[in-house]
């Protein structure tokens, strides 16, 4: 007889637009929510499980709805073919100008990266200055982010080290397409991407054993981790991560475009303060970032 998460985990990811989502981190969300809806966890102990049932198709349409949030995918579905066209094209690339055209084209695809285009060149100016050195990146919850190491400067691309973390498998090739591309017009870069549910006591202990790193990127994350919990995950991984400086970031704007009555995230400030944290301010018309010194 089959697992009946295995049944469930086979219906949740039989939409296109979730079929490059992780199993594992799919089965971490089922679980999650089973212990938060005692009937559900009821329902699937029972052994009569039927996918036509009402309570079948709620298990997975509220399971759906988790992984939809933390992919962004209610905005962009399927991008796929997107992908594939990137992927060639990208693959095809003999020029460093070019390959930072396609970067461009990569970041304007996606609503979160797009949003910063106009604003990446002022932003790693201000980084540059901040943190020293700068040769070494860890991007949590990276998305298309790491593309944006392009607006960082010459210079800094030789002999950078830039590890990229995300719970989408769709996008690893992409990224280390990109990072082999670099690799080879800049001498020492080297870059690599790679699965990780942050959410995972699991992930944090590996969190843990990296190399030492001078910047960590956590854009628009810590919402996601924390759930309306407290702030306790987020607190566990900027303890977990071996960086000098961390940076966060949270949108100013609603998705309808208006701006948000309180944008500014106090506990960031208090969190800081408790752990002994420097902590500076950047802002862009539709973005916060907060750079926190762990030295």
């Known amino acids: 007889m089959q697992n009946p998460k295995t049944i469930f985990l086979k219906a949740i990811l039989s939409k296109k637009e979730l079929a490059s989502v992780d199993l594992n981190y799919a089965k971490y969300e089922l679980e999650a929510f089973l212990v938060r809806d005692s009937k559900a966890k009821k329902y699937l102990e029972s052994g009569k499980i039927s996918e036509r049932s009402k309570e079948f198709k709620q298990i997975v349409k509220a399971v759906r709805s988790v992984l939809r949030r933390a992919h962004s995918l209610f905005e962009v579905g399927d991008r796929s073919e997107e992908y594939l066209r990137f992927h060639e094209e990208i ?164 998705r309808s475009g208006a701006p948000m009555r309180f944008p500014k995230r106090k506990w960031v400030k208090y969190l800081c303060n408790r752990l002994n944290y420097g902590i500076e301010i950047f802002e862009t018309k539709n973005e916060l970032f907060y750079l926190i010194n762990k030295c």
């Open 91 to 254: 693959g095809e690339v003999k020029t460093w100008k070019k390959l930072v055209e396609l970067s461009e084209a990569v970041l304007a695809s996606h609503a979160s990266s797009n949003e910063r285009k106009e604003d990446y060149k002022e932003l790693y100016t201000w980084l540059a200055k901040k943190v020293k050195p700068l040769n070494s990146i860890i991007d949590l919850g990276c998305g298309l982010h790491p593309f944006s190491v392009v607006f960082l400067g010459k210079k800094k691309l030789k002999g950078m080290n830039y590890l990229a973390f995300d719970i989408n498998n769709s996008e690893k090739d992409l990224l280390d397409l990109f990072f082999d591309k670099t690799a080879g017009f800049f001498e020492g870069f080297y870059g690599k991407a790679d699965v990780m549910n942050l959410r995972n006591k699991q992930s944090q202990k590996r969190l843990k054993s990296l190399d030492n790193c001078d910047l960590a990127f956590m854009l628009k994350l810590t919402d996601h981790l924390d759930r309306g919990q407290g702030h306790k995950a987020t607190e566990e991984i900027l303890v977990s991560l071996n960086s000098k400086y961390v940076l966060l970031s949270f949108p100013t704007i609603t």
